[in-house]
C-alpha cells in the first residue's frame, strides 16, 4: 500500500535552517509527483511547492520563493524539504504528499495521500 | 493570486444532509478537490475531479462543480464525519485551499 513516512519532530531557533525527510513506498516512486503542504497551529492548510520525482522538476509557492528548497533522491525513493531564514511564523505540521493523480498537468493537481506529518517548532 | 472561500462553520444533525460550499473565480472551469481533516490527524482526500471518491471513501460523499460554488455533499450524516473540511483547487500552477469548514454534528 501507498506509504510515506516523514522524519520526526524538530526544533530550530529563529534563523536557523530545517530538512525534513519524506520516504515512499508501495508504487512506483517516479510516476507521482510529491506535495509539501503546511498547517500552523489551529490555521489552515497552506500549500509550498511540488517535486516530480521523475524529472527532477519543481515548482515553489510563490511565498516560500527564496526560502524553501525541494530535492529528491530517487535511489531511496525520499523527496525532502529545506526551509531556512526561520522564524516563529514557520511553526507547523508539514505534510508531504503524493499527487492524486500522477504528474499535475495544466487542469488538474490535487494532494492524495499523505504522510504522518513532522512538527517543525521554532523558538528561541 | 486566486482564492477560495469557505464558510467557517457548518451544524447537522446526525442522518441528515450537509452541504459545504467553496467559491472563487471561474471555480466551475477548474477542478475541485475536498479534504477532511480530523484533529490531530492528516488530511484526507474525500472528493476529487469535481465528484470522484478515492478508493475507500463512502458513497454518502459527493461533490459538484457544475457552477459556482463547488460543493461537498454528505448525505446521512454521521457522527464519525464530525471534522474540517477543506476546497482545493489548482490554478495557474499553484495548489489553492480554501480557508476550511468546522462541520459540527450535532
Known amino acids: 500500500q501507498v506509504q510515506l513516512v516523514q522524519s520526526g519532530a524538530e526544533v530550530r531557533k529563529p534563523g536557523a535552517s530545517v530538512k525534513i525527510s519524506c520516504k515512499a513506498s508501495g508504487y512506483p516512486f517516479t510516476y507521482y509527483d510529491i506535495h509539501w503542504v503546511r498547517q500552523a497551529p489551529g490555521q489552515g492548510l497552506e500549500w509550498m511547492g511540488i517535486v516530480n520525482p521523475s524529472g527532477g522538476s519543481i515548482t515553489y509557492a510563490q511565498k516560500f520563493q527564496g526560502r524553501v528548497t525541494m530535492t529528491r533522491d530517487t535511489s531511496t525513493t525520499t523527496v525532502y524539504m529545506e526551509l531556512s531564514s526561520l522564524t516563529s511564523e514557520d511553526t507547523a505540521v508539514y505534510y508531504c504528499?503524493?499527487?492524486?493523480?500522477?504528474?499535475?498537468?495544466?487542469?488538474?493537481?490535487?494532494?492524495?495521500?499523505w504522510g504522518q506529518g513532522t512538527l517543525v517548532t521554532v523558538s528561541s | 493570486s486566486y482564492e477560495l472561500t469557505q464558510p467557517p462553520s457548518v451544524s447537522v444533525s446526525p442522518g441528515q444532509t450537509a452541504t459545504i460550499t467553496c467559491s472563487g473565480d471561474?471555480?466551475?472551469?477548474?477542478?475541485a478537490s475536498w479534504y477532511q481533516q480530523k484533529p490531530g490527524q492528516s488530511p484526507v482526500l474525500v472528493i476529487y475531479h469535481d465528484s470522484k471518491r478515492p478508493s475507500g471513501i463512502p458513497e454518502r460523499f459527493s461533490g459538484s462543480n457544475s457552477g459556482n460554488p463547488a460543493t461537498l455533499t454528505i448525505s446521512g450524516t454521521q457522527a464519525m464525519d464530525e471534522a474540517d473540511y477543506y476546497c482545493?483547487?489548482?490554478?495557474?500552477?499553484?495548489?489553492?485551499f480554501g480557508g476550511g469548514t468546522k462541520l459540527t454534528v450535532l
Open positions: 471561474r471555480l466551475g472551469d477548474k477542478y
Open positions: 504528499a503524493r499527487d492524486q493523480g500522477g504528474s499535475c498537468s495544466s487542469n488538474s493537481c490535487s494532494p492524495g495521500s
Open positions: 482545493q483547487a489548482w490554478d495557474s500552477s499553484t495548489v489553492v
